[in-house]
Nanobody, 118 residues
Framework: QVQLVESGGGLVQPGGSLRLSCATS????????IGWFRRAPGKEREGVAC????????LYSDSVKGRFTITRDNTRNTVNLHMNNLKPEDTAVYYCAADRELPTYRYWGQGTQVTVSS
């Protein structure tokens, strides 16, 4: 059974950093693409980062490029999203998702709230 569990969200001041983690189980992480998405209040879901299977390549939205980094730890079956220089507009619920092949994601976590505010 595929499971994804996000953690690491919280309240941070503008300019601060957070690391989100996506703990995975029920599949071989290296064989799957992993994406991070977010949904802000009143807005549509937005894809922010993606790691293709085997971490062969990474993709970022323009809104987070240069500030966010997606990494994998296959020994811990975890995918992390390192977020630096956070801005109030980064406030959202963040989700990780997985599938063997892009562009669709069949498996989703429950989300973790990130709030950037002074």
């Amino acid at each position: 059974q595929v499971q994804l569990v996000e953690s690491g969200g919280g309240l941070v001041q503008p300019g601060g950093s957070l690391r989100l983690s996506c703990a995975t189980s029920g599949f071989t992480l290296d064989h799957y693409a992993i994406g991070w998405f977010r949904r802000a209040p009143g807005k549509e879901r937005e894809g922010v980062a993606c790691s293709t299977s085997g971490h062969a390549s990474t993709l970022y939205s323009d809104s987070v490029k240069g500030r966010f980094t997606i990494t994998r730890d296959n020994t811990r079956n975890t995918v992390n999203l390192h977020m630096n220089n956070l801005k109030p507009e980064d406030t959202a619920v963040y989700y990780c998702a997985a599938d063997r092949e892009l562009p669709t994601y069949r498996y989703w976590g429950q989300g973790t709230q990130v709030t950037v505010s002074s």
